[in-house]
T-cell receptor, first 114, second 111 residues
Framework: DVKVTQSSRYLVKRTGEKVFLECVQD?????MFWYRQDPGLGLRLIYF???????EKGDIPEGYSVSREKKERFSLILESASTNQTSMYLC?????????????FGPGTRLTVL | SQQGEEDPQALSIQEGENATMNCSYK?????LQWYRQNSGRGLVHLIL?????REKHSGRLRVTLDTSKKSSSLLITASRAADTASYFC???????????FGEGTQLTVNP
């Protein structure tokens, strides 16, 4: 079974802090994704990575950056956390194929910025 | 903007009843997927239907796709309390591209 893990289930940070959210997958998937989930807004894509050292902006990249130095790890960075970044953050991975394929999600990190 | 829009936003039924959730989308798609999310957890893939398919089954799940109406439905038969969760549809416009998720339907199955 594919396993996607996220470094923390719950995280509390202060405004202005630099925050790192880590995601690791163990199935050699090429593609990895970061979403945030807010009530009434569903899942919104922040950044995604098709392969190592590759990244593309999603729908709401402002205030975030990412790093993909190794295939299994995709990090989301909040350079200077703000209260409007309080949210549930979900990481996902996917094998790149020529067919339709599914995403495998981690358990989520609930981040609170005070 | 959201590609998929689920309807209803919330659904409450009794155990044993069937639950039907609908999803509408706006653009041409390669496939449509349904995911489930238990409260406070990540999403789990349930079923995928390709644009050239009209109906698909998996256990107690039945998914239909009408590309002319740009809509899909998820039917859960003989529901159980353990089916209580949020259900999301997600569309993929081309093979290998990103998924676009709807806002979800919150299903509550009362024992």
């Amino acid at each position: 079974d594919v396993k996607v893990t996220q470094s923390s289930r719950y995280l509390v940070k202060r405004t202005g802090e630099k925050v790192f959210l880590e995601c690791v997958q163990d199935m050699d998937h090429e593609n990895m994704f970061w979403y945030r989930q807010d009530p009434g807004l569903g899942l919104r894509l922040i950044y995604f990575s098709y392969d190592v050292k590759m990244k593309e902006k999603g729908d709401i990249p402002e205030g975030y950056s990412v790093s993909r130095e190794k295939k299994e790890r995709f990090s989301l960075i909040l350079e200077s956390a703000s209260t409007n970044q309080t949210s549930m953050y979900l990481c996902a991975s996917r094998r790149r194929t020529n067919y339709a394929d599914t995403q495998y999600f981690g358990p989520g990190t609930r981040l609170t910025v005070l | 903007s959201q590609q998929g829009e689920e309807d209803p936003q919330a659904l409450s039924i009794q155990e044993g009843e069937n639950a039907t959730m609908n999803c509408s989308y706006k653009t041409s798609i390669n496939n449509l997927q349904w995911y489930r999310q238990n409260s406070g957890r990540g999403l789990v893939h349930l079923i995928l239907i390709r644009s050239n398919e009209r109906e698909k089954h998996s256990g107690r799940l039945r998914v239909t796709l009408d590309t002319s109406k740009k809509s899909s439905s998820l039917l859960i038969t003989a529901s159980r309390a353990a089916d209580t969760a949020s259900y999301f549809c997600a569309t993929q416009e081309t093979s290998g591209s990103r998924l676009t998720f709807g806002e979800g339907t919150q299903l509550t199955v009362n024992p």
